[in-house]
């Protein structure tokens, strides 16, 4: 208990109203540079044809496991970048598969950008994490908790002190693959929203799209990442004093 109090006093002492890793440096994430993958578009190639490059099509998946096994087959598909926006993004069994897939990808030199929120966040969720030491793989985590673990009373005070910061959220749910095929919809990552969670599951959908939208969509990640209120893991999930010690190295 005395820990516990002391923990919470020093995140209202250190400033809780504040964005944790606001002193990091913003650095740009540019767009990748090769033009859309036509091997994702040859599937809608015949649909496509008798349309201009101006519109966009559209398919709907109600299906959860269709959802899943869909973003396993384009992070495997693609061939020069991927780009995630979650507001959640769970470190369960579903979870750890996209994020091996997303490993694989980045080693055969695929960019992966994420975005994931910090709000909904439970044990074990940090999973993801792992992959922002990884080259071609960037992480930013839209408004952390200054607080990193997952003691809800620790995360009550927090937010009673912070509630007008924290209660700005990012509800995104955005999957694009080569800037040539988008996922959009109202899932998440998790087993309950593919439907692979045997005690409970949501009834979302997906809408896979192809055409101009995922293009326009595309800007999407770098616009987002530039907000004030991102920051890169290394910024979220390290306490200021590890940060002043990892600049000392630095210059040292």
């Known amino acids: 208990m ?6 919470c006093c020093a995140l209202l002492l250190g400033g809780c109203t504040t964005l944790p890793g606001r002193d990091y440096p913003r650095q740009p994430s540019p767009l990748a540079a090769h033009a859309p993958n036509p091997q994702l578009l040859q599937p809608a190639h015949a649909g496509a044809s008798a349309h201009t490059n101006t519109e966009s099509g559209f398919r709907m998946y109600s299906l959860g496991i269709d959802g899943l096994l869909l973003r396993l087959e384009l992070i495997d598909a693609a ?49 993801l994490f792992a992959l922002a030491g990884e080259p071609n793989v960037e992480i930013r985590v839209f408004n952390p908790w ?36 988008a996922l959009v919809g109202g899932r998440n990552v998790g087993d309950e929203y593919f439907q692979v969670d045997p005690d409970w599951q949501f009834a979302d959908d997906d809408v896979l799209t192809t055409g101009r939208a995922p293009r326009w969509w595309s800007t999407a990640p770098t616009r987002a990442r530039s907000r004030r209120r991102t920051c890169r893991t290394s910024a979220a999930c390290c306490s200021r004093r590890s940060r002043r010690r990892s600049r000392a190295r630095a210059r040292s």
């Open 2 to 7: 005395p820990r516990l109090i002391a923990l």
């Open 79 to 127: 061939h020069s970048s991927l780009d995630l926006q979650y507001y959640i993004f769970h470190g369960d069994e579903s979870g750890k598969l996209l994020t091996e897939a997303l490993l694989r990808a980045a080693a055969r030199g695929v960019r992966v950008r994420i975005l994931v929120d910090d709000g909904e966040t439970v044990r074990g969720d940090e999973q």
């Open 146 to 181: 200054r607080y990193r673990g997952h003691n809800s009373f620790v995360r009550d005070v927090e937010y009673l002190f912070s509630h007008r910061r924290l209660d700005f959220r990012m509800h995104n749910k955005l999957f694009i693959a080569d800037r040539a095929v």
